[in-house]
């Protein structure tokens, strides 16, 4: 997907210099200063051979490529510094093998690897909210799922729903004494939230609901039929609205098997824990040790309540059984490192080997500036009317730039809606996010909208390129100018970085490749004019434009942002 630049490189000095190109190709570095040149390789790797001192080496090199390689088409110029052979590349040459090879490839993504990676992610609890804390998982979780996909994974997208425990032994208890049906349809996850937080406060005064609670969380577990029923309901209507939010942000799952789906494969679960001989009783409850420096795994209550660990180890190895993983990814906030410490630590004391595969991805908060949103009780920003609010401001920035815009609502929907997600993805996710409107939606910061300009700007502009010089093409003998260098070593670096944010579970390199593209782009943009009366000019122009528009716009779509195409 990229041209190799390292190797041409090489290959070209080696002919040269009659030295093997694999060893080039393995010495070729940067120098920290572009002034002593572009690529260098340090010759200390020759003196072997040849038994001189590497200065000696590499004025020898420079001598003698000087006198073969004259007209190089890769190679410019070498030039010796102390032990470096310091190469100045032919710019023009790379701006136009990379331009070329975009235009031709457009960038398909990788073919099939073989490996399968899961990736749980967004896992909201039902009869919640869906509050801003979700936001990030979901997203990042997401983005991760789309580099995998392209990079040419077989992706599975888990939604580890919070549909089981305790909780819903509560909220039967206070949906049997308080609750009512029309109310319970008309808004169902905001009213079963606060039938959820009357039960708090008043279970403090009438301590007896607590009893009552737990005994319909039993009969939960046991297949009851009333509980059951109303557990079913609650789980429906809160999915329900888990998806229009999950169809506004972009995100999709392919499964949306939550706790719940592992609650009859509990007990036998535990049972070849037991047989293992890793389990051990306390105080009635049934716990794993972890040993001195971690908290036992607790995996059955004295209550015999069952816990969200024991789901979790349940669905490890439903997941492991069923899709054969390479590697499982659990997007989940960093309060819960505890939790998958010692779930892959039980894994581990399982003899199982793969839960080395099984990674945590955490994340940091999500902080509102004092008053920027209200919360609710319980703390809780509503995403939805964090979206809500996003999308109007949008409206309210493109009526003020742009009122002669077609589809505005649309567009403010996808820019408010983008701009959310990229604020959440734009630093290292263990950061916490800090949310303050002006900068979230400021057109000219470090911002989606800022990215989805650019790429609308560009957009435009090939538009009129095609109106007076035609069709974009790729032809032989265009003038390329060395001015689009910079940018197309960025264009080219794309499938590295795509990479490296995949090893490193970070979207953030990503967006913060995106960024720097952008700007360099405006830059040229702002120094070199691009449709001009010089057909070759512009057409070569045109193409390094092009070449940015098609990197922006697949990055866009791996972090989940719409790359509108007009705004
Ligand atoms: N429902 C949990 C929460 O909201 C997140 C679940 C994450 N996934 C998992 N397999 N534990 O905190």
Known sequence: MSIDINKRLSENLSQVLDIPAEKCYSLIETPPDTGFGDFAIPCFAFTKESRKNPAQIASDFERLFSKKAKNNEVIQKVKSNGPYLNMFVNKVYIVREVVRHVFKSRFPGLHGTGKTVIIDYSSPNIAKPFGVGHLRSTVIGSSLYKIFSFLGYKVIGINHLGDWGTQFGKLITAYKRWGSTEQLKSDPVKYLFNLYVRFHSEAENTPELEDEARSWFSRLENNDEEAGRLWGQFRDLSVKEFKKIYGRLGVEFDYYTGESFYSSVLEDTIKSMKEIGITSESDGALIVPLGDDMQPALLRKSDDATLYLTRDIAAALYRHRTFHFDLALYVVGSPQALHFRQLFSVLGKMGLGWNENCHHVPFGHVRFAEGSMSTRKGNIVFLEEVLDKASELALSIIEEKNPGLNHKNEVAEAVGVSSVIFNSLKNYRIKDVAFVWDEVLNFNG??????????????????????????????????????????????????????????????????????????????????????????????????????????????????????????
């Open 446 to 567: 470090e911002t989606g909208p800022y990215l989805q300009y650019t790429h609308a700007r560009i957009n435009s502009l090939l538009k009129k390129f095609k109106e007076i010089h035609g069709e974009l093409r790729f032809e032989e003998g265009l003038s390329f100018g060395a001015e689009g260098y910079g940018i197309v070593l960025l264009i080219n670096n794309f499938e590295n970085v795509v990479i490296h944010a995949s090893k490193e579970f970070e979207p953030s390199i990503i967006s913060r490749y995106l960024l720097d593209l952008a700007s360099q782009f405006n830059s040229f943009y702002n120094t070199h004019r691009i449709i001009t009366d010089d057909h070759s000019l512009s057409l070569s122009r045109a193409l390094v434009v092009y070449g940015v528009k098609m990197v922006l716009k697949k990055g866009l779509e791996l972090l989940g942002l719409k790359a509108v195409e007009e705004m």
